[in-house]
């Protein structure tokens, strides 16, 4: 019997803990070949090169006590200043630990797990609408772990 997953069957883990109110996350990688073309060749040759992955994921502000994951998932690139009159410093950047994960009805499930460098954060809110936020990241290196 084929198995299909939809979106109730993701989930999304930051440093380890589960992030609540996810709506979607996404990740991609490619790889960009190296030619090994030399000049008496008719046509180009390719041996693989380098890998890069980049990812995506939307959650909900959703506050649960002190938990928001939107909110810790922002603040790794949003920083205040860190000296109160000087607009140009700030803390740095932080990064994270991503699990991507698809619940397959097996205890381990299927995920990768990446660290990862936000690239960018951004936070929607609109009459009617829940306020959330849609943050990008970059893949620093190979993934921890793959179990797909």
């Given amino acids: 019997m084929a198995n299909y997953y939809s979106g109730q069957h993701g989930r999304l883990y ?3 803990s589960k992030a609540a109110a996810v709506t979607n996350w996404s ?4 790889m960009s070949p190296l030619t090994t073309t030399t000049l008496e060749d008719t046509d180009q040759t390719y041996i693989n090169g380098l890998r890069s992955s980049t990812g995506s994921c939307s959650l909900l502000y959703y506050q649960d006590g002190n938990n928001n ?9 949003m920083k205040e200043r860190s000296v109160g009159s000087t607009s140009g410093v700030a803390g740095q950047a932080e990064n994270v630990s991503l699990k991507l994960y698809i619940n397959d009805g097996t205890t381990a499930g299927k995920s990768v797990t990446v660290d990862a460098l936000i690239t960018s954060a951004a936070m929607q809110m609109a009459v009617g609408e829940v306020l959330s936020a849609q943050v990008n990241f970059q893949v620093n290196g190979a993934p921890t772990s793959v179990d797909l």
Avoid: F, M, P, Y
């Fill in 27 to 30: 990740l991609n990688s490619s």
């Fill in 14 to 16: 930051i440093n380890g």
């Fill in 69 to 77: 994951s939107a909110r810790d998932l922002v603040e790794k690139l």
